[in-house]
């Protein structure tokens, strides 16, 4: 990637406007990797209708974001499948900064979403961020290192957290040495979660004190009760993995 953007208007791929059977596979991303530069590899920040967009086996690195699908209340994104891509080194702790990949969108759609098998090592806010849409699938990802290189690690800041948000089954995703909380189940103001499956996902070889899977938020009061949230067969192990990668 070459020159810079302007906050969330990154230098890289804007996805913008009415996208029909899209598919963007086998690109490679490289930024300078410095915050400043703002270089985002493929994304979106409203304006967007799109149906049936994969984005597959792409190499991103050096960023300050990978994959971003991003909108407003009143934009649509259905059936966008996000598999196979290569993430690593995500800059920045900043709203808007450190995604590896992120789906975001301004209302409760059910959007049938899938984000798979995608390997993501060293981001540094979230690896995997899915916002405010249900029906969807989180399976098969590997995080490495989740958060290593940052200069101020701490609580938080989840590998791969899903908030407000219903729906959404994460299955069999492997997080390694997360330097932050594995996994967060959250809610917020006006948008608390539901029926959310956790299961079979493995964690090695956490880093810090922080807990691998975090449900809910610290005012449940103000941001509401995560409700008809499922747990099952998750591994956690201080030890590593024989095998990091898909």
């Given at each position: 990637?070459?020159?810079?953007?302007?906050g969330?208007?990154?230098?890289?791929?804007?996805?913008?406007?009415?996208l029909?059977?899209?598919?963007?596979?086998?690109?490679?991303f490289?930024?300078?990797?410095?915050?400043?530069?703002?270089?985002?590899?493929?994304?979106?920040?409203g304006d967007?209708?799109?149906?049936?967009?994969?984005?597959?086996?792409?190499i991103?690195r050096?960023?300050?974001?990978?994959?971003?699908?991003?909108?407003?209340?009143?934009?649509?994104?259905?059936?966008?499948?996000?598999?196979g891509?290569?993430?690593?080194?995500i800059?920045?702790?900043a709203?808007?900064?450190?995604?590896?990949?992120?789906?975001?969108l301004?209302?409760?759609?059910?959007?049938n979403?899938?984000?798979?098998?995608?390997v993501?090592?060293?981001?540094?806010r979230?690896?995997?961020?899915?916002?405010?849409?249900?029906?969807?699938?989180?399976?098969?990802n590997v995080?490495?290192?989740?958060?290593?290189?940052?200069?101020?690690?701490?609580?938080?800041?989840?590998?791969?957290?899903?908030?407000?948000s219903?729906?959404?089954?994460?299955i069999?995703?492997?997080?390694?040495?997360?330097?932050d909380?594995?996994?967060?189940?959250?809610s917020?103001?006006?948008?608390?979660?539901?029926?959310?499956?956790?299961?079979?996902?493995?964690?090695?070889?956490?880093?810090?004190?922080?807990p691998?899977?975090?449900?809910?938020?610290?005012?449940?009061?103000?941001?509401?009760f995560?409700?008809?949230?499922?747990?099952?067969g998750n591994?956690?192990?201080?030890f590593?993995?024989?095998?990091?990668?898909?």
């Amino acid at each position: 990637l070459r020159g810079t953007g302007v906050g969330i208007d990154y230098a890289g791929l804007q996805l913008r406007g009415t996208l029909t059977d899209c598919r963007i596979e086998h690109l490679t991303f490289e930024g300078d990797g410095q915050v400043a530069s703002d270089q985002g590899a493929i994304w979106s920040n409203g304006d967007i209708n799109i149906t049936n967009l994969h984005i597959e086996v792409c190499i991103i690195r050096d960023c300050v974001v990978g994959i971003v699908i991003s909108g407003l209340a009143g934009d649509s994104v259905i059936g966008c499948r996000i598999a196979g891509n290569h993430i690593s080194n995500i800059v920045g702790t900043a709203s808007g900064q450190g995604y590896g990949i992120a789906s975001s969108l301004g209302g409760l759609q059910h959007v049938n979403n899938i984000i798979t098998e995608n390997v993501l090592q060293r981001c540094h806010r979230h690896s995997i961020y899915w916002s405010v849409g249900g029906g969807g699938i989180i399976s098969n990802n590997v995080i490495i290192e989740h958060r290593h290189g940052d200069v101020s690690p701490g609580f938080t800041l989840g590998a791969l957290i899903v908030i407000r948000s219903g729906q959404v089954s994460v299955i069999g995703n492997r997080i390694h040495e997360a330097n932050d909380t594995g996994m967060e189940i959250g809610s917020d103001v006006g948008n608390p979660e539901s029926s959310v499956a956790v299961i079979g996902n493995q964690f090695y070889q956490p880093q810090n004190n922080y807990p691998d899977i975090l449900i809910g938020q610290s005012n449940p009061a103000v941001t509401g009760f995560p409700q008809n949230i499922t747990i099952i067969g998750n591994c956690h192990s201080f030890f590593t993995s024989s095998s990091i990668s898909n």
